[in-house]
């Protein structure tokens, strides 16, 4: 997974993004956009936040945090939801 901050100086912008790089075995690596055009990301994790103890392989959340302190998202593999 990689946070796309779009660019080093602070702005209000919509210009982040996250993406997910996938290896084909040969080091080339297919990319998945999760999310764009929101607020510069500054972080991205993977984890079970519902707590229902599913793997990260079967069913991911992505806590995404964009440089807006106010913000956060996360996405179920479904939709976005702003927390």
Request: aromatic share 4%.
């Amino acid at each position: 997974m990689v946070a796309v901050l779009g660019v080093i100086f602070p702005c209000n912008d919509k210009i982040g993004s996250v993406v997910i790089l996938e290896n084909d075995g040969k080091n080339h690596f297919k990319k998945h956009v999760v999310i764009d055009k929101v607020a510069r990301v500054s972080d991205v994790r993977a984890g079970d936040i519902d707590g229902d103890v599913y793997s990260i392989q079967t069913e991911t959340h992505l806590i995404i945090c964009p440089q807006k302190a106010s913000t956060g998202m996360v996405w179920n593999g479904l939709k976005i939801q702003e927390i």
